[in-house]
């Protein structure tokens, strides 16, 4: 007789379970001294089910500095391939990267995140990337905090009736702001190190400004 239902749990393996283990028990977090790695992926295209992660950059802040020492770059291997993306981010089929499979490339990503919390510009589409990844691997979502610099540079803005509170800012608009070198831009890496700095400069003054807090930058 076949059960309908079965209580067995999920056998995940054991590089899940060791990243899911760090976020067992509640640890004390502060803007200040919690770690954060900012990230960036490049991929073939917009759409989360047919596109796929072509590389991840990424690199942490640590104690307010950001550690280039420890910075990251995986290229996962293109089963899919979009020439008409290429333009942005300049990545051809057949370059000469060492690349990972995607199962690889995830086990790796979370070696290196492991609790931190996750920061990236416009960050709803680079986390939803890696989630689907995730999910190809029949693998539950990310676990770590996330905040999204677009949404933290806006809330630096005066509010004013000449600016729109809704306004959506592109990264070069606000490395324009902060006066950031674009010379890697739309690389992984290069565009993960313009996010840090935004994003340092971007609390920043929030902090200075208007006392903000960690849980003040979860909020936005």
């Not at 999920?10 to 919690?34: C, G, M, R, V």
């Not at 290196?112 to 990236?120: E, G, M």
């Not at 959506?168 to 608009?173: G, P, Q, R, T, V």
């Not at 606000?174 to 190190?193: C, M, P, Q």
Request: proline letters at 1%; aromatic letters at 12%.
């Amino acid at each position: 007789m076949k059960w309908l239902f079965s209580n067995k749990e999920k056998s995940y393996p054991e590089y899940w379970t060791t990243y899911e283990s760090l976020f067992t028990t509640a640890k004390q977090e502060d803007i200040h001294t919690s770690t954060y790695v900012v990230l960036d992926t490049e991929t073939t295209g917009f759409n989360y089910d047919k596109d796929r992660i072509l590389c991840i950059g990424a690199v942490k802040i640590i104690d307010g500095v950001i550690d280039v020492s420890t910075a990251f770059e995986i290229y996962l291997k293109q089963d899919y391939f979009d020439k008409n993306t290429v333009k942005i981010h300049g990545i051809l089929k057949n370059d000469k990267f060492e690349t990972l499979s995607e199962e690889d490339a995830i086990i790796l990503f979370l070696e290196y995140i492991k609790d931190s919390i996750l920061v990236a510009h416009h960050a709803f589409f680079d986390i939803n990337m890696i989630n689907m990844a995730l999910s190809r691997l029949e693998l539950p979502k990310l676990k770590n905090k996330v905040l999204d610099t677009m949404l933290i540079f806006r809330a630096t803005r005066i509010k004013s009736n000449l600016l729109d509170p809704n306004k959506k800012y592109s990264l070069d608009e606000v490395a324009e702001f902060y006066d950031i070198d674009l010379s890697d831009r739309h690389t992984a890496s290069g565009d993960a190190l313009i996010t840090a700095i935004a994003f340092i400069r971007s609390i920043h003054f929030l902090i200075k400004t208007k006392a903000y807090t960690l849980k003040d930058l979860l909020k936005l």
